[in-house]
């Protein structure tokens, strides 16, 4: 049994163009969060979500 809904959205084309460049820059966000984290393990550290998450809010604005 599927317990997932599919919602299909139907929009015009300046909407989509906006929300495709929404996922464009949040993918990005999410990678380099995701990579100075590994860094951080790589390097044998403590992984401080913390130092990330605030490095990531302030890009978020400059993004």
Known sequence: MK???????VIDKDT????KEL????AKCWN?????RMQQFKKG????????KKRFT??????
């Open 3 to 9: 317990r997932t809904n599919v919602v299909k959205l």
């Open 16 to 19: 989509h163009e906006k929300l």
């Open 58 to 63: 302030r890009n978020i604005s400059m993004c």
């Open 23 to 26: 996922a464009i820059v949040t």
């Open 32 to 36: 380099e969060v995701n990579w100075l």
């Open 45 to 52: 550290e403590r992984v401080d979500f913390a130092k990330t």
